[in-house]
Protein backbone atom coordinates (compact mmCIF):
# COMPACT_ATOMS: atom_id res chain seq x y z
CA UNK A 1 0.00 0.00 0.00
CA UNK A 2 1.64 3.19 -0.90
CA UNK A 3 1.09 6.61 1.56
CA UNK A 4 -1.99 7.82 -0.29
CA UNK A 5 -3.91 4.66 0.61
CA UNK A 6 -2.63 4.18 4.12
CA UNK A 7 -4.03 7.73 4.39
CA UNK A 8 -7.44 6.97 2.71
CA UNK A 9 -7.82 3.67 4.77
CA UNK A 10 -7.29 5.17 8.31
CA UNK A 11 -9.41 8.08 7.50
CA UNK A 12 -12.51 5.57 6.57
CA UNK A 13 -12.17 3.77 9.10
CA UNK A 14 -10.51 5.46 12.18
CA UNK A 15 -12.67 8.01 14.35
CA UNK A 16 -11.59 11.40 13.44
CA UNK A 17 -10.38 12.71 17.08
CA UNK A 18 -7.03 13.57 15.41
CA UNK A 19 -5.29 15.76 12.78
CA UNK A 20 -2.97 13.73 10.99
CA UNK A 21 0.33 14.77 10.04
CA UNK A 22 0.51 14.47 6.23
CA UNK A 23 3.01 11.56 5.90
CA UNK A 24 3.18 8.10 8.04
CA UNK A 25 5.65 6.67 9.62
CA UNK A 26 7.19 3.33 8.91
CA UNK A 27 10.00 2.85 11.28
CA UNK A 28 12.45 4.54 14.15
CA UNK A 29 15.76 3.75 14.65
CA UNK A 30 17.54 6.09 17.54
CA UNK A 31 15.94 9.58 17.79
CA UNK A 32 15.28 9.24 13.63
CA UNK A 33 12.20 7.97 12.09
CA UNK A 34 11.83 7.04 8.19
CA UNK A 35 7.79 7.41 6.49
CA UNK A 36 6.61 5.57 3.94
CA UNK A 37 8.60 7.04 0.82
CA UNK A 38 11.57 6.63 2.57
CA UNK A 39 12.02 10.03 3.85
CA UNK A 40 14.12 10.87 7.02
CA UNK A 41 12.80 12.77 9.82
CA UNK A 42 14.30 13.72 13.14
CA UNK A 43 11.89 13.19 15.84
CA UNK A 44 11.51 16.28 17.84
CA UNK A 45 7.96 14.67 19.82
CA UNK A 46 9.00 11.22 20.21
CA UNK A 47 5.49 10.13 20.86
CA UNK A 48 4.78 13.01 22.70
CA UNK A 49 7.97 12.57 25.49
CA UNK A 50 7.18 9.16 25.67
CA UNK A 51 10.45 7.69 23.28
CA UNK A 52 12.86 8.85 26.23
CA UNK A 53 15.45 6.29 24.71
CA UNK A 54 14.99 6.89 21.27
CA UNK A 55 13.69 4.18 19.04
CA UNK A 56 14.47 0.24 19.00
CA UNK A 57 16.45 0.35 22.24
CA UNK A 58 18.03 -3.15 22.54
CA UNK A 59 17.54 -3.57 26.42
CA UNK A 60 13.71 -2.90 26.36
CA UNK A 61 12.93 -4.85 23.67
CA UNK A 62 15.13 -8.13 24.67
CA UNK A 63 13.68 -7.69 28.52
CA UNK A 64 10.42 -7.66 26.77
CA UNK A 65 11.05 -10.32 24.22
CA UNK A 66 12.28 -12.55 27.21
CA UNK A 67 9.00 -11.98 29.65
CA UNK A 68 6.74 -12.17 26.77
CA UNK A 69 8.18 -15.72 25.93
CA UNK A 70 7.21 -16.97 29.98
CA UNK A 71 3.82 -14.77 30.96
CA UNK A 72 2.48 -11.56 28.76
CA UNK A 73 -0.93 -11.11 31.15
CA UNK A 74 -1.83 -11.77 34.61
CA UNK A 75 -4.67 -10.10 36.11
CA UNK A 76 -3.74 -7.79 39.32
CA UNK A 77 -5.80 -10.66 41.56
CA UNK A 78 -2.38 -12.28 41.28
CA UNK A 79 0.85 -10.98 42.50
CA UNK A 80 3.51 -10.19 39.65
CA UNK A 81 7.27 -10.02 40.67
CA UNK A 82 8.24 -7.67 37.63
CA UNK A 83 5.19 -5.37 39.18
CA UNK A 84 6.50 -5.42 42.70
CA UNK A 85 10.39 -4.97 41.58
CA UNK A 86 9.06 -1.78 39.46
CA UNK A 87 7.38 -0.27 42.49
CA UNK A 88 10.20 -0.88 45.06
CA UNK A 89 12.57 0.88 41.92
CA UNK A 90 10.06 3.70 41.57
CA UNK A 91 9.73 4.01 45.44
CA UNK A 92 13.46 4.06 46.01
CA UNK A 93 13.54 6.82 43.64
CA UNK A 94 11.10 9.29 45.04
CA UNK A 95 9.14 11.14 47.63
CA UNK A 96 6.89 7.72 47.80
CA UNK A 97 6.13 5.01 49.78
CA UNK A 98 3.54 3.30 47.44
CA UNK A 99 2.48 3.34 44.04
CA UNK A 100 -0.83 2.56 42.14
CA UNK A 101 -0.32 1.04 38.38
CA UNK A 102 -2.54 2.16 35.71
CA UNK A 103 -2.28 2.65 31.73
CA UNK A 104 -2.08 6.15 30.86
CA UNK A 105 -1.60 9.90 32.15
CA UNK A 106 -5.32 10.15 32.67
CA UNK A 107 -5.87 7.36 34.36
CA UNK A 108 -2.84 8.07 36.51
CA UNK A 109 -4.45 11.48 37.46
CA UNK A 110 -8.10 9.93 38.14
CA UNK A 111 -6.31 7.51 40.21
CA UNK A 112 -4.68 10.61 41.86
CA UNK A 113 -8.31 12.34 42.26
CA UNK A 114 -9.76 9.26 43.54
CA UNK A 115 -7.66 8.73 46.18
CA UNK A 116 -7.31 12.74 47.44
CA UNK A 117 -11.11 11.87 47.81
CA UNK A 118 -10.45 8.85 49.46
CA UNK A 119 -7.93 10.00 52.02
CA UNK A 120 -10.36 13.04 53.25
CA UNK A 121 -13.25 10.41 53.41
CA UNK A 122 -11.19 8.48 55.31
CA UNK A 123 -10.47 11.42 57.85
CA UNK A 124 -14.46 11.78 58.39
CA UNK A 125 -13.77 15.09 56.27
CA UNK A 126 -17.29 14.28 54.02
CA UNK A 127 -17.33 17.89 52.38
CA UNK A 128 -13.82 17.50 51.52
CA UNK A 129 -14.43 17.28 47.98
CA UNK A 130 -12.77 20.13 46.28
CA UNK A 131 -9.96 20.42 43.59
CA UNK A 132 -7.52 24.19 43.00
CA UNK A 133 -5.88 23.19 39.54
CA UNK A 134 -4.07 26.04 37.46
CA UNK A 135 -4.25 28.03 34.05
CA UNK A 136 -3.16 26.58 30.83
CA UNK A 137 -2.68 23.01 33.00
CA UNK A 138 -3.22 20.04 31.30
CA UNK A 139 -4.10 16.84 32.94
CA UNK A 140 -6.31 14.62 30.66
CA UNK A 141 -9.24 14.17 29.05
CA UNK A 142 -11.09 11.23 30.86
CA UNK A 143 -13.97 13.46 32.91
CA UNK A 144 -11.92 14.31 36.03
CA UNK A 145 -8.76 15.20 34.40
CA UNK A 146 -10.86 17.13 32.06
CA UNK A 147 -12.26 19.13 35.00
CA UNK A 148 -9.24 20.11 35.69
CA UNK A 149 -7.92 21.10 32.22
CA UNK A 150 -9.33 24.74 32.26
CA UNK A 151 -9.55 25.47 28.46
CA UNK A 152 -12.39 25.74 26.80
CA UNK A 153 -11.52 23.81 23.65
CA UNK A 154 -11.43 20.58 25.23
CA UNK A 155 -14.00 21.20 28.16
CA UNK A 156 -17.00 22.81 26.69
CA UNK A 157 -19.08 20.16 24.16
CA UNK A 158 -18.72 17.78 27.53
CA UNK A 159 -20.78 19.50 30.72
CA UNK A 160 -21.03 18.80 32.96
CA UNK A 161 -18.07 18.40 34.44
CA UNK A 162 -16.96 17.07 37.77
CA UNK A 163 -18.03 19.54 40.10
CA UNK A 164 -15.67 21.74 42.29
CA UNK A 165 -12.87 22.51 40.74
CA UNK A 166 -11.66 26.19 40.93
CA UNK A 167 -9.06 27.26 38.68
CA UNK A 168 -6.27 29.86 39.96
CA UNK A 169 -3.09 31.48 37.94
CA UNK A 170 -0.54 29.42 36.87
CA UNK A 171 2.67 30.92 39.11
CA UNK A 172 0.34 32.99 41.00
CA UNK A 173 0.86 31.87 44.30
CA UNK A 174 -1.70 34.32 45.60
CA UNK A 175 -4.18 33.12 42.86
CA UNK A 176 -4.51 29.79 44.94
CA UNK A 177 -4.57 31.10 48.46
CA UNK A 178 -7.89 32.78 47.78
CA UNK A 179 -9.14 29.43 46.39
CA UNK A 180 -7.89 26.90 48.87
CA UNK A 181 -9.93 26.51 51.66
CA UNK A 182 -11.39 23.62 54.41
CA UNK A 183 -13.23 21.91 51.37
CA UNK A 184 -9.98 21.67 49.44
CA UNK A 185 -8.64 17.78 49.54
CA UNK A 186 -6.48 18.94 46.92
CA UNK A 187 -4.17 21.56 44.86
CA UNK A 188 -3.05 19.77 41.29
CA UNK A 189 0.05 21.17 39.27
CA UNK A 190 2.34 20.36 36.59
CA UNK A 191 5.85 21.35 38.12
CA UNK A 192 6.51 22.51 34.55
CA UNK A 193 3.42 22.51 32.59
CA UNK A 194 3.77 20.54 28.45
CA UNK A 195 0.59 21.16 26.42
CA UNK A 196 -0.20 24.37 27.95
CA UNK A 197 2.87 26.42 26.49
CA UNK A 198 5.72 25.02 28.26
CA UNK A 199 5.74 27.14 31.48
CA UNK A 200 8.26 26.26 34.22
CA UNK A 201 7.05 26.88 38.29
CA UNK A 202 8.68 29.49 39.75
CA UNK A 203 10.51 28.08 42.96
CA UNK A 204 8.50 30.27 45.27
CA UNK A 205 5.02 29.03 43.85
CA UNK A 206 6.10 25.55 44.04
CA UNK A 207 7.59 26.18 47.58
CA UNK A 208 4.01 27.96 48.53
CA UNK A 209 1.80 25.63 46.96
CA UNK A 210 3.24 22.89 49.46
CA UNK A 211 3.56 25.28 52.66
CA UNK A 212 -0.67 26.17 51.72
CA UNK A 213 -1.24 22.57 51.12
CA UNK A 214 -0.11 21.14 54.62
CA UNK A 215 -1.19 24.31 56.22
CA UNK A 216 -4.73 23.81 54.58
CA UNK A 217 -4.38 20.03 55.55
CA UNK A 218 -4.85 19.85 51.63
CA UNK A 219 -2.99 17.03 49.34
CA UNK A 220 -0.71 18.41 46.58
CA UNK A 221 -0.55 16.21 43.64
CA UNK A 222 2.39 16.73 41.29
CA UNK A 223 1.38 15.50 37.52
CA UNK A 224 4.55 14.96 36.12
CA UNK A 225 3.37 12.64 33.10
CA UNK A 226 5.43 14.49 31.00
CA UNK A 227 7.74 16.56 32.90
CA UNK A 228 8.88 13.62 35.24
CA UNK A 229 11.24 11.00 34.34
CA UNK A 230 14.26 12.70 33.97
CA UNK A 231 12.97 14.91 30.74
CA UNK A 232 14.40 18.22 32.75
CA UNK A 233 17.40 16.98 33.83
CA UNK A 234 16.37 15.69 36.77
CA UNK A 235 14.58 12.08 37.45
CA UNK A 236 12.03 14.36 38.91
CA UNK A 237 10.78 17.60 37.78
CA UNK A 238 10.17 18.63 41.44
CA UNK A 239 13.79 18.02 42.68
CA UNK A 240 15.30 21.57 42.04
CA UNK A 241 12.59 22.90 44.46
CA UNK A 242 13.06 21.36 47.35
CA UNK A 243 9.59 20.29 47.70
CA UNK A 244 8.15 17.06 47.34
CA UNK A 245 4.00 16.14 46.78
CA UNK A 246 1.80 13.58 48.53
CA UNK A 247 0.64 12.28 45.55
CA UNK A 248 2.25 11.92 41.94
CA UNK A 249 1.05 10.84 38.11
CA UNK A 250 3.22 9.32 36.24
CA UNK A 251 3.39 7.87 32.71
CA UNK A 252 4.35 8.99 29.20
CA UNK A 253 7.73 7.51 29.14
CA UNK A 254 7.53 4.93 31.49
CA UNK A 255 6.87 1.85 29.80
CA UNK A 256 9.45 2.61 27.15
CA UNK A 257 6.67 3.43 24.38
CA UNK A 258 4.34 0.41 26.21
CA UNK A 259 0.94 1.84 27.63
CA UNK A 260 2.05 2.50 31.72
CA UNK A 261 0.31 5.01 34.51
CA UNK A 262 1.28 5.50 37.41
CA UNK A 263 0.52 7.13 40.55
CA UNK A 264 3.14 7.64 43.49
CA UNK A 265 1.41 7.87 47.00
CA UNK A 266 3.07 8.86 50.45
CA UNK A 267 2.23 6.34 53.13
CA UNK A 268 -0.45 8.67 54.67
CA UNK A 269 -2.64 8.30 51.38
CA UNK A 270 -1.24 4.47 50.84
CA UNK A 271 -2.88 3.87 54.86
CA UNK A 272 -6.26 5.52 53.24
CA UNK A 273 -6.77 3.05 50.20
CA UNK A 274 -8.45 -0.49 50.40
CA UNK A 275 -8.95 -3.55 48.04
CA UNK A 276 -11.80 -2.49 45.78
CA UNK A 277 -11.28 1.46 45.63
CA UNK A 278 -9.56 1.28 42.69
CA UNK A 279 -8.53 -0.74 39.84
CA UNK A 280 -7.09 -1.90 36.28
CA UNK A 281 -7.38 -4.82 34.25
CA UNK A 282 -3.71 -4.06 32.23
CA UNK A 283 -2.40 -2.09 35.02
CA UNK A 284 1.47 -2.39 35.33
CA UNK A 285 1.30 -6.22 33.32
CA UNK A 286 4.52 -8.11 33.53
CA UNK A 287 5.51 -7.16 29.93
CA UNK A 288 5.36 -3.81 30.05
CA UNK A 289 6.80 -3.72 33.98
CA UNK A 290 9.87 -5.22 31.96
CA UNK A 291 10.43 -2.88 29.62
CA UNK A 292 9.69 -0.10 32.49
CA UNK A 293 12.20 -1.92 35.01
CA UNK A 294 15.01 -1.11 32.18
CA UNK A 295 13.72 2.44 31.19
CA UNK A 296 13.54 3.72 35.33
CA UNK A 297 16.80 1.73 35.45
CA UNK A 298 18.68 3.41 32.38
CA UNK A 299 16.84 7.27 33.23
CA UNK A 300 17.64 7.79 36.87
CA UNK A 301 21.43 6.82 36.37
CA UNK A 302 23.12 9.89 36.89
CA UNK A 303 25.21 9.75 33.68
CA UNK A 304 22.48 9.90 31.75
CA UNK A 305 21.10 12.15 33.82
CA UNK A 306 23.92 14.67 33.37
CA UNK A 307 24.03 13.93 29.50
CA UNK A 308 20.26 15.65 29.74
CA UNK A 309 21.50 18.14 30.99
CA UNK A 310 24.67 19.05 29.16
CA UNK A 311 22.30 18.65 26.01
CA UNK A 312 19.53 21.19 27.70
CA UNK A 313 22.07 23.70 28.15
CA UNK A 314 23.37 23.41 24.54
CA UNK A 315 20.01 23.45 23.07
CA UNK A 316 19.30 26.44 25.45
CA UNK A 317 22.45 28.21 24.43
CA UNK A 318 21.24 28.00 20.63
CA UNK A 319 17.44 28.63 21.37
CA UNK A 320 18.47 31.51 22.34
CA UNK A 321 20.55 32.40 19.40
CA UNK A 322 17.87 31.64 17.22
CA UNK A 323 15.67 34.04 19.36
CA UNK A 324 18.38 36.94 19.16
CA UNK A 325 18.44 36.46 15.07
CA UNK A 326 14.63 35.62 14.52
CA UNK A 327 11.98 38.53 15.80
CA UNK A 328 9.01 36.63 15.52
CA UNK A 329 10.42 34.47 18.60
CA UNK A 330 8.80 36.10 21.45
CA UNK A 331 10.75 33.62 24.19
CA UNK A 332 12.05 30.46 24.43
CA UNK A 333 11.21 28.46 27.93
CA UNK A 334 12.15 25.09 29.08
CA UNK A 335 14.43 22.97 31.18
CA UNK A 336 16.25 19.89 29.97
CA UNK A 337 14.94 18.28 26.95
CA UNK A 338 11.43 20.16 26.84
CA UNK A 339 11.87 22.99 25.66
CA UNK A 340 9.39 25.77 24.39
CA UNK A 341 9.50 28.26 21.16
CA UNK A 342 6.82 31.30 21.66
CA UNK A 343 6.33 33.28 18.16
CA UNK A 344 4.26 36.51 17.80
CA UNK A 345 1.39 34.18 15.50
CA UNK A 346 0.61 30.71 15.01
CA UNK A 347 3.66 28.55 14.05
CA UNK A 348 1.91 26.21 12.04
CA UNK A 349 4.07 27.09 9.32
CA UNK A 350 7.02 25.91 11.06
CA UNK A 351 5.81 23.02 11.62
CA UNK A 352 5.17 21.96 8.56
CA UNK A 353 8.36 23.38 6.99
CA UNK A 354 9.81 21.53 9.58
CA UNK A 355 8.09 18.08 7.96
CA UNK A 356 9.34 19.07 4.72
CA UNK A 357 12.96 19.59 6.08
CA UNK A 358 12.66 16.20 7.95
CA UNK A 359 11.89 17.72 11.47
CA UNK A 360 9.17 16.53 13.59
CA UNK A 361 8.16 18.98 16.19
CA UNK A 362 4.74 19.75 17.68
CA UNK A 363 3.01 22.46 19.00
CA UNK A 364 1.66 23.82 22.57
CA UNK A 365 -0.62 25.97 22.20
CA UNK A 366 -1.39 27.88 19.04
CA UNK A 367 1.55 30.10 18.95
CA UNK A 368 4.30 27.58 20.66
CA UNK A 369 6.78 25.40 19.19
CA UNK A 370 7.56 22.57 21.22
CA UNK A 371 10.92 20.31 21.37
CA UNK A 372 10.75 17.12 23.18
CA UNK A 373 12.99 15.05 21.47
CA UNK A 374 14.57 11.56 22.83
CA UNK A 375 16.67 12.35 25.73
CA UNK A 376 18.86 10.07 24.03
CA UNK A 377 19.84 13.16 21.52
CA UNK A 378 23.21 13.84 20.56
CA UNK A 379 24.90 17.70 20.29
CA UNK A 380 25.40 17.07 16.40
CA UNK A 381 21.58 15.93 16.03
CA UNK A 382 20.82 19.32 18.22
CA UNK A 383 22.98 21.06 15.88
CA UNK A 384 20.94 19.79 12.78
CA UNK A 385 17.14 20.67 14.64
CA UNK A 386 18.42 24.24 15.17
CA UNK A 387 19.28 24.19 11.61
CA UNK A 388 16.31 23.33 10.18
CA UNK A 389 13.82 25.38 12.64
CA UNK A 390 16.66 28.69 11.60
CA UNK A 391 15.28 28.06 8.26
CA UNK A 392 12.02 27.96 8.85
CA UNK A 393 11.10 30.87 11.15
CA UNK A 394 13.04 32.60 8.41
CA UNK A 395 10.31 31.76 6.04
CA UNK A 396 7.66 32.34 8.36
CA UNK A 397 8.93 36.05 8.95
CA UNK A 398 9.46 36.53 5.46
C1 LIG B 1 -0.13 13.73 28.26
C2 LIG B 1 -0.46 14.23 29.60
C3 LIG B 1 -1.52 13.70 30.35
C4 LIG B 1 -2.46 12.65 29.78
O1 LIG B 1 -1.82 11.47 29.48
P1 LIG B 1 -2.54 10.38 28.53
O2 LIG B 1 -1.61 9.22 28.61
O3 LIG B 1 -2.67 10.97 27.17
O4 LIG B 1 -3.85 10.08 29.14
C5 LIG B 1 -1.72 14.16 31.64
N1 LIG B 1 -0.93 15.12 32.16
C6 LIG B 1 0.09 15.66 31.48
C7 LIG B 1 0.96 16.69 32.13
C8 LIG B 1 0.37 15.24 30.17
O5 LIG B 1 1.35 15.80 29.47
Redesign the pocket.
Known amino acids: MNTAEIQALDSQYVAPTYARAPFVIERGEGVYVYDTDGKRYIDCVAG??VNALGYGDPDVRAAVADQMARLTHISNLYTSLPQAQLAKMLVERSFADKVFFC???????EAAIKFARKWAHVHGQTDKTEFVAFSH??????MG?LALTPRSYYQDAFKPLMPGVSIAEYNDLGSAEALVNERTCAVVV?PL???GGVHPAEPVFLQGLRALCTRANALLIF?????GLARTGTLWAHEPYGVTPDLM?L??PLGGGL?M?AALMTQAVADCVAPGDHASTFGANPAICAAAKVVLSKLSAPEFLGHVREMGAFLQQNLAGLQSKHRSIRAVRGRGLIWGIEADRDVAPVIEEGYRQGLITCKAGANVVRLVPPLVIQQAELSEVVAILDRAFGLLED
Open positions: IANSGAEAMAFHGRTAEQGEDEVQCAAKPG
